[in-house]
């Protein structure tokens, strides 16, 4: 009664008895446990070493205590499988973790059952962690099963393996024939340009022999010709010779006569230059005998204008002349002593009519400036004052150009009159205005008009 009550209570345990564990212990794998089945009760023994005290570990194991799992799986398998092998108490520990997991896979174990729905690899595992009778058979037949799934894999996989093979083959023999086929049109299509390279080759070496006769034909002609003319060019550089002479002997004439000329124009400057010197020691003792002064003004500085300060003229009606050769103001102001009056807004409204007053009297008296200096001429330009509302300051006029505005009251064609009244008769006036009235009243009264064109063609063209 005893001895049934302690079976029972091992029983209740999770243990075997001892006279029920013998046999089991006694049992022995006759070859190593399937890779699979291995790798399932390492990773079990790998779950329960957290839960185990380090009394109940074996000395080998307590270093992976502080692994993680799956550190320890993979650091500690060997030693972990060792210790389950020959540490029987360590092998029960994991056994009753087992129990107490997996109750119903141990319950089946024990009486001899397997579930048909478990995984056969647990199945071995727990057989061989648990060790019920004939646990050995169950782990050889799991093994003989895996060996048996895992060839079969290995036969599928070998089957698409060979299969894939066979189609990469069929494939590099379809892609071998296409390589060969277009090799062989290649290869065909190389010899046909070989032929014609072959073909060209041959024209282009008769075409060179033909050319070669050709030219030794023409080099033949050409030394004959030579031998021919080589009398003729000997006749040619004689008479090239003597053309020579001949220049030569023209070319000493010719200064000859030259120098004649000049000695005999040297008498005419030598008495037309005394001559001119009689007619201004007369003209110097006539001044003197008069006692007139000193030249220090000129007579359009007596016409009463007004002076710029500055000014905001009108327009000026443009009413034309047709302008003319600029050759013919250049031969104008060679004229001694002459006197040349410009009608200014008249010509900057016919030349630069978009741009502001101020700055078509700037242009304007910039370009008579530069013509003062160039010619030596007096030079005044004459803009329209009548209605003008005050002074505007205006920069200093350019040397030798004199600025006027007319009064309050009188037009600038009325101002041109009364400067071209104000010269003595005999003096050279010219005027520049496209006015008709003003080139009419000016002409009347001796000066010469001139097209305000004429002018800005000069002020465009001088060097």
């Not at 022999?209 to 030579?226: F, G, H, N, V, W």
């Not at 000049?262 to 008498?267: I, L, P």
Request: glycine share 6%; aromatic share 2%; proline share 7%.
């Amino acid at each position: 009664m005893v001895e049934q009550e302690r079976s029972d209570t091992a029983t209740a345990a999770g243990t075997v008895p001892e006279a029920d564990a013998a046999p089991a212990a006694r049992e022995q794998l006759e070859r190593p446990l399937p890779e699979g089945v291995r790798r399932r009760v390492v990773g079990i023994a790998a779950d329960a070493l957290s839960g185990l005290g380090p009394t109940e570990l074996p000395a080998r194991l307590r270093p992976y205590v502080k692994f993680t799992r799956d550190a320890r799986v993979k650091r500690g398998a060997t030693a972990i499988a060792a210790a389950l092998e020959t540490e029987t108490a360590f092998r029960l520990k994991v056994a009753e973790r087992v129990r107490l997991g997996q109750p119903d896979l141990a319950e089946a174990l024990d009486h001899g059952a397997v579930p048909a729905a478990a995984d056969p690899q647990d199945v071995a595992a727990a057989a061989y962690l648990l060790r019920p009778a004939g646990w050995t058979r169950l782990v050889e037949e799991v093994g003989e099963e895996v060996e048996r799934a895992e060839h079969e894999s290995q036969a599928a996989e070998n089957a698409r393996l060979l299969e894939k093979a066979q189609a990469e083959l069929s494939a590099l023999r379809a892609s071998s024939r296409a390589d060969a086929e277009r090799a062989r049109a290649e290869l065909e299509e190389a010899r046909h340009e070989r032929d014609q390279a072959q073909r060209r080759l041959r024209s282009l070496e008769a075409d060179t022999k033909r050319a070669e006769a050709a030219a030794r034909k023409a080099r033949a002609e050409l030394d004959a010709q030579s031998a021919a003319a080589a009398p003729g060019r000997a006749a040619a550089d004689a008479e090239l010779r003597r053309l020579r002479h001949r220049v030569t002997e023209l070319e000493s004439a010719l200064e000859a006569s030259r120098r004649a000329a000049r000695e005999g124009r040297s008498a005419e400057d030598m008495r037309l230059r005394l001559l001119l010197d009689v007619v201004v020691q007369g003209a110097q003792g006539l001044q003197r005998e008069l006692g007139l002064p000193p030249l220090t003004s000129r007579p359009a500085d007596a016409v009463d204008a007004v002076t710029p300060s500055a000014a905001s003229p009108h327009d000026v009606a443009r009413r034309g002349l047709e302008g003319d050769d600029p050759a013919l103001l250049r031969q104008l102001l060679q004229l001694p002593q002459v006197h040349l009056v410009v009608d200014g807004y008249n010509v900057t409204k016919t030349g630069w009519p978009t741009l502001p007053l101020d700055k078509q009297r700037a242009q304007l008296l910039r370009g008579l400036g530069m013509l003062a200096a160039q010619s030596g001429a007096e030079v005044t330009c004459v803009f329209d004052g009548q209605d003008l509302d005050g002074p505007i300051p205006m920069a200093p006029p350019p040397r030798g150009v004199r600025v006027l505005f007319s009064r309050s009251g009188e037009t600038a064609d009325e101002l041109i009159r009364r400067l071209v009244r104000a010269e003595p008769e005999g003096r050279p006036v010219v005027v520049v205005s496209t006015d008709r009235e003003v080139a009419d009243g000016v002409k009347a009264a001796g000066a010469r008009p001139l097209p305000s064109t004429m002018l800005l063609r000069q002020l465009v063209t001088r060097p």
